[in-house]
Each structure stands twice: as structure tokens, then as C-alpha cells.
């Protein structure tokens, strides 16, 4: 799905924000990305037709929630598009929000968090570097970093010892000034896609509930 990359990416920063004609941010509002667009509601679902609801399956930008929205019936809301999700959503598309498990997910929603996971940390690229600048000990023998695919003890060293010389300000700069850290962005793309999928993890770096 490249256009859904190639959308996501070109959005502002991704931040819970939205701006004014006067400028001014308004941080109460959150955003999600439609993964799937149910017109006529869940499969399983045996009731009539005209009793199912229209339904979107969709990814919260600054949680990586999973939801999924109860649509009006003068939504219109595609794959790939952009919604209001809190804290009121918007009234003339979404009637209600579900935060849902990962397994609750359609099988088209699955393909297209992977996708939707790298537009939004492209999108967004200063607040996943600054992970690595600020990333802290979780205890004595453990450190935030070390939750990060392939990073151990000696990696994570490299990357402390680095950010001490000054800030990373980009991806590129991370795996040039980092010997052995060749794919910061896909490193951290997996750990948010492993807390998705895991319920169970213990640590969770990315992934809150809304």
C-alpha cells in the first residue's frame, strides 16, 4: 500500500494537535488512521442487514490504540483517511469509538497496520528519535532500550555513550553516528508491532491505552 505511506507521511507532524485560523493549537484532539472500512459491519455478525452498523477499524497516532468506529450513515471515511477520535469524536461521521484488541482486528486491518505503523513514525520522525536521546534504566539490569529488537548490552552502550556527545536529530544521523544500529526506524516499527499484537508483554514503550 504505498499511497497509504505516501499519504501518511506527507501529514503535518502526526501530533495530537490541530491549528486554528489564528494559529493556535488545540492539544485535545487525537487522530487515527483507518486500517479497514466495514460497510456492512462485522462478518460474524448474523443479524439483518439493516440492523448492522457500519463500522472502520482504525490506529490512534499517539497511543497506537486499535479501535474501532461506529460510523453514522452520512460517514464518509475510507481506508487511509484521517479522523477525529477524541476526546469527542467527530459527531457527523463517528457515533461511537471501541478500543478492541488486537485479535478483534479484520483480516484487511492486519495487512495494513504494518504500513500504518511506519507512515506514522515517518510522519513523525523527531518524537521515535528522541526515544533513543531520552531512553532510561527500567532497573539495574534492564534499560528501555534493551526492548528494542536486536539492541543488547553492547549496542545500547554505543548508543548512550553517542547521545552523551550531543542529540540525535534524525534516523540517517542515528545509524551513521551509531556503528552496528543500521535500521533505527524498522527496530523501533517492530517493538511497536510486537506490543500491538502481544497483550502480555510486560514493558510496553509505545503502545497505551487511549
Same mark, same amino acid.
Not at 552523551?164 to 517492530?190: T, Y
Given at each position: 500500500?504505498?499511497?497509504?505511506?505516501?499519504?501518511?507521511?506527507?501529514?503535518?507532524? /502526526?501530533?495530537?494537535?490541530?491549528? !486554528?485560523?489564528?494559529?493556535?493549537?488545540?492539544?485535545?484532539?487525537?487522530?487515527?488512521?483507518?486500517? &479497514?472500512?466495514?460497510? =456492512?459491519?462485522?462478518?460474524?455478525?448474523?443479524?439483518?442487514?439493516?440492523?448492522?452498523?457500519?463500522?472502520?477499524?482504525?490506529?490512534?497516532?499517539?497511543?497506537?490504540? #486499535?479501535?474501532?468506529?461506529?460510523?453514522?450513515?452520512?460517514?464518509?471515511? /475510507?481506508?487511509?483517511?484521517?479522523?477525529?477520535? /477524541?476526546?469527542?469524536?467527530?459527531?457527523?461521521?463517528?457515533?461511537?469509538?471501541?478500543? +478492541?484488541?488486537? &485479535?478483534? @482486528?479484520?483480516?484487511?486491518?492486519?495487512?495494513? #497496520? *504494518?504500513?500504518? %505503523?511506519?507512515?506514522? +513514525?515517518?510522519?513523525? *520522525?523527531?518524537?521515535?528519535?528522541?526515544?533513543?536521546?531520552?531512553?532510561?534504566?527500567?532497573?539495574?539490569?534492564?534499560?528501555?532500550? !534493551?526492548? #528494542?529488537?536486536?539492541?543488547?548490552?553492547?549496542?545500547? !552502550?554505543?548508543?548512550?555513550?553517542?547521545?552523551?556527545?550531543?542529540?540525535?536529530?534524525?534516523?540517517?544521523?542515528?545509524? *551513521?553516528?551509531?556503528? /552496528?544500529? =543500521?535500521?533505527?526506524?524498522? %527496530?523501533?516499527?517492530?517493538?511497536? @508491532?510486537?506490543?500491538?499484537? &502481544?497483550?502480555? @508483554?510486560?514493558?510496553? #514503550?509505545? %503502545?497505551?491505552?487511549?
Amino acid at each position: 500500500m504505498r499511497l497509504f505511506f505516501k499519504w501518511l507521511v506527507h501529514v503535518d507532524s /502526526g501530533m495530537s494537535h490541530s491549528e !486554528n485560523d489564528d494559529g493556535d493549537s488545540d492539544m485535545a484532539t487525537s487522530y487515527a488512521v483507518v486500517l &479497514d472500512y466495514l460497510p =456492512h459491519g462485522r462478518p460474524d455478525d448474523t443479524r439483518p442487514q439493516y440492523q448492522k452498523e457500519t463500522l472502520a477499524y482504525a490506529l490512534e497516532e499517539q497511543t497506537f490504540g #486499535l479501535l474501532e468506529l461506529t460510523l453514522t450513515d452520512e460517514a464518509d471515511v /475510507g481506508i487511509v483517511d484521517r479522523v477525529a477520535v /477524541g476526546p469527542e469524536p467527530d459527531a457527523d461521521e463517528i457515533e461511537s469509538v471501541t478500543q +478492541i484488541d488486537f &485479535d478483534a @482486528l479484520s483480516r484487511s486491518a492486519v495487512s495494513e #497496520l *504494518e504500513y500504518a %505503523v511506519e507512515a506514522i +513514525i515517518e510522519g513523525d *520522525e523527531q518524537r521515535f528519535v528522541d526515544f533513543y536521546n531520552n531512553a532510561q534504566p527500567i532497573s539495574l539490569r534492564l534499560h528501555q532500550l !534493551n526492548l #528494542l529488537p536486536g539492541i543488547g548490552k553492547k549496542l545500547r !552502550n554505543k548508543i548512550i555513550d553517542e547521545r552523551k556527545r550531543g542529540p540525535f536529530e534524525s534516523f540517517e544521523e542515528l545509524s *551513521e553516528r551509531v556503528g /552496528g544500529l =543500521h535500521r533505527p526506524k524498522e %527496530v523501533i516499527a517492530e517493538r511497536i @508491532l510486537e506490543e500491538l499484537r &502481544d497483550d502480555d @508483554l510486560k514493558y510496553k #514503550l509505545f %503502545v497505551r491505552p487511549a
